[in-house]
């Protein structure tokens, strides 16, 4: 039995809250999507939703801080998603703070896009 204050052992634990958190994402993401992808590999991202072809559309990181009081860096969760995107995918961070609701940030540029394909054109 591993011994509670063993590093390695917290490190386990961290991992597996981690990659429970990323398998809520997919989970919460398969309400909209057919076929979301949950990923563990380092330097993937955590998520991924494709289009019928295979193309990667959008690349989800989901950051988890579950110590009272803990906070997720956005600013580099949003970096670790841009820089384990495809560079046509839309980099999204998913962000959890203890109980708190989740947030999403992506750039907002990726936004501008996403909401031109979504919303009809002005003056239509």
Known sequence: MPVPNNPSSRGKRARED???W????AKRL??????PQFRVLEGEPDVVVMDDDGEVLIHFEAKEAKLPGGRV???AALEQAKHAR???ACPVAICREGTRDPIALLPFRDLL????NWAP????
């Open 30 to 35: 398969r309400r909209i999507f057919t076929e």
């Open 18 to 20: 981690g990659y429970r």
């Open 73 to 75: 860096d956005l600013r």
């Open 113 to 116: 896009d996403l909401l031109a």
């Open 22 to 25: 990323q398998r809520e994402v």
């Open 86 to 88: 495809r560079p046509t």
């Open 121 to 124: 054109p002005v003056g239509a």
